[in-house]
């Protein structure tokens, strides 16, 4: 890793000579310049990022929008959010073996569990669970428009075979009729930064495939439907890497796969042990000049005492 800003941290020392205060405040600047600019030296912001597009609504694994509905019915594990957007009808919710996440449920939704249905950071009904699921909408929709306005990198029509799809680029759009897949592959070669768009218009159905990212990141992988589609991923030899994004579509999720990622969609139907984990990542600033920088505050505030004294 490599530090940034130097230059001003050498500023703010050679000013030392001039009146604490403004040596201070120049101190200050220059810390500050040093823990923005701290970071490895590869990484940069990325071009087109699912996680900021989304906003809010990537704080879920499992998102029903707004006036749709969610079922879910037995689970062998969910690691994330669970959200119950506005209008949601939702009468079945059990029978969920680990959960680790919170269940947000807006006031006008309508929502009842059995006592299987725990999760670790409990049920969040009305209040502060409006104010998220409604921005997550928001954010949700916009999001959408966003991503249904990016140039096509290759239209493919309709796919029922194994593919590769290596990144030309920091954004990868493929425009595809409909998805058929059974006992195939998904190969997505690229790295971290990459952007893989699909945006596909008609029915998907995902049957013993498997998606094998290299280098790719999974969080930088979006599945989207413009449409009323029909999505079916089932069979416990699944493997599903990626985000859904169906605003009006309807996914049908089953079976004990493995499903990194989310499902944001109108209606939701979960169910047959199903597994599903969207582990939502915050970067935190450097600890080291955080710690400085309240050193330096501490230097300013006592240097002004001494002048007003």
Request: charged residues 10%; hydrophobic residues 45%; proline residues 4%.
């Amino acid at each position: 890793m490599r530090w940034q800003g130097l230059e001003v941290s050498r500023a703010a020392t050679l000013s030392l000579n001039r009146s604490p205060l403004a040596s201070c405040m120049a101190a200050l600047l220059g810390v500050l310049a040093v823990a923005v600019c701290w970071a490895p030296a590869v990484s940069h912001a990325l071009p087109v990022s699912v996680d900021t597009q989304l906003g809010a609504a990537n704080n879920f694994a499992l998102l029903a929008l707004d006036n749709g509905t969610m079922s879910v019915n037995s689970a062998t594990s969910i690691t994330g959010n669970v959200g119950y957007s506005a209008g949601v009808t939702s009468s079945t919710n059990q029978k969920v073996g680990s959960f680790n996440g919170t269940a947000f449920v807006h006031s006008t939704a309508t929502f009842s569990n059995a006592s299987t249905f725990a999760p670790s950071g409990g049920i969040v009904i009305g209040g502060a669970a409006d104010t998220l699921l409604n921005q997550a909408n928001a954010d949700a929709a916009a999001a959408a428009l966003f991503f249904a306005g990016l140039p096509s990198s290759a239209s493919l029509g309709s796919l029922t075979t194994s593919q590769i799809f290596t990144a030309a680029g920091d954004v990868n759009v493929f425009d595809i009729a409909s998805v058929n897949l059974n006992a195939a592959t998904w190969t997505l070669n690229g790295d971290s930064n990459d952007l893989f768009l699909f945006r596909v218009t008609g029915s998907f159905d995902w049957s013993h495939a498997q998606a094998i990212l290299n280098g790719v990141s999974p969080s930088q992988v979006l599945f989207y439907f413009p449409n009323a589609s029909s999505i079916n991923i089932n069979k416990d030899d699944n493997i599903f890497i990626g985000t859904i994004l169906a605003p009006t579509g309807a996914v049908d999720y089953h079976n004990p796969a493995t499903f990194d990622g989310a499902i944001i969609a109108a209606n939701i139907d979960v169910h047959s042990d199903f597994n599903i984990s969207n582990q939502t990542q915050v970067p935190e600033p450097p600890s080291v000049a955080l710690l400085a920088l309240a050193l330096l505050g501490l230097l300013c505030a006592g240097r002004r005492r001494e002048i007003l004294g």
